[in-house]
């Protein structure tokens, strides 16, 4: 069992910067896929960018060339840097890992992420 844990959301002002983290229970260099998604209020979950072990990045249209994922295997922890935010970026935003050959993802309890215009 993968334990994550979100930290760094906030309140911000569009135009903003903010940057997530994700801190597992154990080594990720032993997990295929990190990601985050992101669930706004009476919206469905919705994926905003997945790294593989290999470096592979994969990100909504919606947040391409303004959110970048990265993940440091020493710490344990995947990020997320969030620059020029926008008020539709609001929402809970959830990390998840799932190992390779498993269909099983593990989620954090999220961090909220407020952008005020």
């Known amino acids: 069992q993968v334990q994550l844990v979100e930290s760094g959301g906030g309140l911000v002002q569009a135009g903003g910067s903010l940057r997530l983290s994700c801190t597992a229970s154990?080594?990720?260099?032993?997990?295929?896929?990190m990601g985050w998604y992101r669930q706004a209020p009476g919206k469905q979950r919705e994926l905003v960018a997945t790294?593989?072990?290999?470096?592979?990045?994969h990100y909504a249209d919606s947040v391409q060339g303004r959110f970048t994922i990265s993940r440091d295997n020493a710490k344990n922890t995947a990020y997320l840097q969030m620059s020029s935010l926008k008020p539709e970026d609001t929402a809970v935003y959830y990390c998840?890992?799932?190992?390779?050959?498993?269909?099983?993802?593990?989620w954090g309890q999220g961090t909220q992420v407020t952008v005020h215009s």
């Open positions: 998840s890992a799932q190992r390779i050959l498993s269909s099983r993802i593990y």
């Open positions: 154990e080594n990720i260099a032993t997990i295929e896929f």
């Open positions: 790294l593989t072990r290999g470096g592979s990045t």
